[in-house]
T-cell receptor, first 112, second 114 residues
C-alpha cells in the first residue's frame, strides 16, 4: 500500500495559468515533505520543501501548501511556463530524516 | 560543480551475470542512497548509507548489495541479476539527517536484464 499517493498521473495546463499538483499521504508520522521535478533522461532535482510546523512555503512561482489534518499537500505553480513541463514527485520523511518515500509522480504538460 | 555521477548510463545484461553500478559524489555528503524507478510506483529506496561503513536496507533491498568504503562512493551490486530488476536506477546524496535536506540525484542508469 503506497504511503504517498499522487492520484493524477498527468495534468495539462495552458501557459500562464496556475498548475496545481496534489499529493496525499497516509503516515501521520511524516513531518518533512519535498517536491522534486524530473526531466526526461535526467535525475530528479529538488524544487521546494515544507516541514510539518508550517502550512505554506513559497519560492518564486512555486508554493507548497500542507494540510496536516487532511494529510494532503499541494504544489502551485503560478504562472505556468512551458519549461515547467516535467514529472513532479512528492516525497515525505519521518523525523526530518533522509529516508524519503516518494509518490508515483504526476506528468505536467504546460501548453503554449 | 557539485554533482552525483553514475556509471554506466545504460546497461543491457543477461540473467545471472554479476554487475556493478558506480556512484560518486563530490559534495562530501554523509548520506547516500539508491532508488529504483518503475512506472506507477515512483522512486523506491533500495539501500542507504548514513556514513562510511554504515549501510542499511531500504524498502526493496532483495537482490542488491551495496558498500560504502569511502565517503564519496556508493556502488550498487547485483550479484545475480534477474529480469524483474530491469528498471531505472538513481543514486542520491545529501548532507545528512539534521534539519532535513534535499537530495542531489545522479542522472540515472537504465538497466535491462534479459
Amino acid at each position: 500500500d503506497q504511503q504517498v499517493k499522487q492520484n493524477s498521473p498527468s495534468l495539462s495546463v495552458q501557459e500562464g495559468r496556475i498548475s496545481i499538483l496534489n499529493c496525499d499521504y497516509t503516515n501521520s508520522m511524516f513531518d518533512y515533505f519535498l517536491w522534486y521535478k524530473k526531466y526526461p533522461a535526467e535525475g530528479p532535482t529538488f524544487l521546494i520543501s515544507i516541514s510539518s510546523i508550517k502550512d505554506k512555503n513559497e519560492d518564486g512561482r512555486f508554493t507548497v501548501f500542507l494540510n496536516k489534518s487532511a494529510k494532503h499537500l499541494s504544489l502551485h505553480i503560478v504562472p505556468s511556463q512551458p519549461g515547467d513541463s516535467a514529472v513532479y514527485f512528492c516525497a515525505a520523511s519521518t523525523d526530518y530524516g533522509q529516508n524519503f518515500v516518494f509518490g508515483p509522480g504526476t506528468r505536467l504538460s504546460v501548453l503554449p | 560543480e557539485a554533482q552525483v555521477t553514475q556509471n554506466p548510463r545504460y546497461l543491457i545484461t543477461v540473467t545471472g551475470k554479476k554487475l556493478t553500478v558506480t556512484c560518486s559524489q563530490n559534495m562530501n555528503h554523509e548520506y547516500m542512497s539508491w532508488y529504483r524507478q518503475d512506472p506507477g510506483l515512483g522512486l523506491r529506496q533500495i539501500y542507504y548509507s548514513m556514513n562510511v561503513e554504515v549501510t542499511d536496507k531500504g524498502d526493496v533491498p532483495e537482490g542488491y548489495k551495496v558498500s560504502r568504503k569511502e565517503k564519496r562512493n556508493f556502488p550498487l551490486i547485483l550479484e545475480s541479476p534477474s529480469p524483474n530488476q530491469t528498471s531505472l536506477y538513481f543514486c542520491a546524496s545529501s548532507q545528512g539527517r539534521i534539519g532535513g535536506t534535499e537530495a542531489f540525484f545522479g542522472q540515472g542508469t537504465r538497466l535491462t536484464v534479459v
